[in-house]
């Protein structure tokens, strides 16, 4: 489904076949929760989209992200990794 965004396509549209999801900048690594998705850029920028109610969005709302939006990690440091815990 797509009921919250989690597809990263600016809206809640249900896709039963891949779609492209744009970033600025290419991605090295995905995780993806119920809900969401955590991406990892080359340049170590992290973005996110789909479920944010309990905050998992990480951008300080608890609102969900239809588009990939930029997460700023702590004192703005480029991240190698990314870990996505779901319940």
Do not use: M, W
């Amino acid at each position: 489904t797509n009921s919250r965004g989690q597809l990263g396509l600016g809206n809640t549209i249900p896709e039963n076949e891949p779609q492209k999801v744009e970033f600025e900048e290419i991605i090295k690594d995905i995780s993806v929760g119920n809900s969401h998705v955590i991406a990892l850029g080359e340049s170590g920028k992290v973005y996110c989209f789909g479920a944010g109610y309990s905050g998992q969005i990480g951008n300080g709302s608890y609102s969900d992200a239809l588009e990939p939006e930029l997460v700023i990690t702590i004192d703005n440091k480029q991240l190698k990794d990314i870990v996505n815990c779901s319940i």
